[in-house]
């Protein structure tokens, strides 16, 4: 269906993912996109709703994310379902389940954001404070920013809709913007989401320095290094808020959340689970383990010079299987990492490294996630091998996480690396139904 044309999709039952949540009643910390917002409860429920949507099992709970990293070379797929190896074969086809499923979860979340944006400004009522209606309405913009980043790292250009979707005809005929247009809304609704946000440590709803988290992740996308390396220095400035935790695995094990390596993270519940562990662990700790660390990974993470203490992203059964374990709570309650002040410290990293006379710098920033992880510093001397080094690390650093992919295509390695030659296999294809109901909406070259 086109996520254009409804308010909130109905989603197929696909391989990837179980149809749990879209088969529950509506929760009650959500909020439909087309429930009007009339006073400061509704409008609290509806950004409530806006999380839901971005934590869905379509977009950051699984289906999204693992485009990013099954696209890499970290990860192998062991299942039985065809549409996941075309991501690690890089021939993904337009009438994949998972790639519909991502594109209607991230829409839906964009249009709950327009709700929010549209509604929340106008709403009259005593209790409605203008600090709390200015968080609730920058909130939103921050979302739909990082909602159109990911549309645009994975598709390139797309539509976009920026008005609150209240009938079926909507959205038709909307014609697709160019990539650059496309990044340009997402630094337009950065902008103004920051004046409308606390200067507060939050580390599950936005903030200022959520969006200058973003900022600095979009800038190195836009290969704007001096401005990269001024947002990511915002928040490694701020050590009383964020740091690198001790050792690894101190961010994700023990059932810990929220800790102060964390920007960014998505909460769940024993009744509205994480998607991402089933996928990863074994039979044996009740899972179906439909992908795994790679040979090549395991290698990698395995060795002590390389991987350090990160070894703690993967584990082995009784039986010999080795397994991710980012994702291993029971219930399924792990939180979804989107943004760490470890991306922060490599985000500065490259940018410096990209600069005139800042090697040293850049050094510095690279050896503060190697410490962590219990390494020697970096040999590397010439930029070429600093920003190896980096692409290095960060290929460890956020193993299942979604950058690997996307790290690639934006420093055209893609086809040195992984040997995806063909630059139109960059982008994934739109969903052929998404193309089918909007004659206007075209496909990208080559699908």
């Known amino acids: 269906m086109n996520a254009f044309k409804y308010i909130v999709p109905v989603l197929a039952a696909v391989s990837l993912v ?6 529950e009643v509506e929760p009650v910390d959500s909020v439909s996109d087309g429930q009007t917002i009339v ?21 950051y709970g699984v289906t999204f994310q693992s485009i990013g990293y099954l696209s890499g070379d970290n990860v192998q797929w062991t299942g039985s379902q065809s549409i996941i190896q075309q991501f690690i074969s890089h021939n993904v086809r337009a009438d994949n389940a998972n790639i519909a499923s991502a594109w209607s ?3 839906t979340t964009i249009n709950r954001a327009n709700h929010i944006i549209a509604k929340v400004p106008n709403v009259t ?18 979302v739909r920013a990082l909602a159109y980043f990911d549309l645009a790292r994975t598709w390139g250009g797309v539509q976009l809709a920026l008005t609150p979707t209240n009938s079926a005809s909507d959205k038709t005929g909307i014609q697709r913007s160019s990539l650059a247009e496309t990044y340009a809304q997402v630094l337009s609704d950065l902008t103004a989401a920051e004046p409308l946000l606390p200067e507060t440590t939050n580390r599950v709803r936005a903030t200022k320095k959520t969006v200058w988290a973003l900022r600095a992740r979009y800038h190195l996308y836009q290969k704007e290094y001096a401005l990269a390396e001024a947002y990511a220095t915002k928040l490694l400035g701020d050590a009383a808020s964020y740091q690198l935790v001790k050792p690894y695995s101190a961010f994700f094990a023990n059932n810990v959340v929220n ?8 909460s769940y519940s024993s009744t509205y689970t994480n998607g991402h562990r089933n996928q990863w662990q074994p039979p044996a700790n009740n899972g179906t383990r439909q992908w795994a660390p790679s040979d090549a990974f395991l290698t990698l993470v395995n060795d002590a010079s390389i991987g350090g203490n990160r070894s703690a992203l993967v584990a082995k059964t009784s039986q010999g299987l080795w397994y991710g374990n980012l994702y291993y709570r029971s219930p399924a309650t792990d939180p979804a990492y989107v943004l760490r002040i470890a991306e922060q410290y490599l985000i500065r990293a490259e940018a410096r490294a990209n600069q005139p006379g800042k090697l040293t710098e850049a050094l510095a920033d690279l050896n503060a996630v190697r410490s962590r992880a219990g390494l020697a510093n970096s040999t590397a001397a010439t930029q070429n091998d600093v920003l190896l080094a980096i692409e290095n690390e960060r290929r460890i650093e956020f193993a299942f996480e979604p950058h690997r992919w996307f790290d690639l295509v934006r420093t055209d390695r893609a086809g ?5 030659n063909d630059k139109n296999k960059w982008v994934l ?19």
């Open 429 to 447: 294809p739109v969903p052929a139904n998404e193309v089918l109901i909007d004659g206007s909406l075209e496909q990208n070259f080559s699908y």
């Open 259 to 266: 800790t102060q390596e964390s920007i960014f993270e998505l």
């Open 18 to 23: 179980s149809c749990k949540k879209f088969l």
């Open 416 to 420: 040195t690396v992984l040997g995806v």
């Open 125 to 142: 009522d005593p209790l409605f404070t203008q600090t709390l209606r200015n968080q609730l309405t920058g909130e939103a913009y921050f």
């Open 39 to 59: 006073d400061k409860t509704s409008a609290e429920t509806a950004t409530r709703g806006l999380y839901r949507a971005l934590s869905a099992d379509g977009y």
């Open 105 to 107: 979860a991230i829409y």
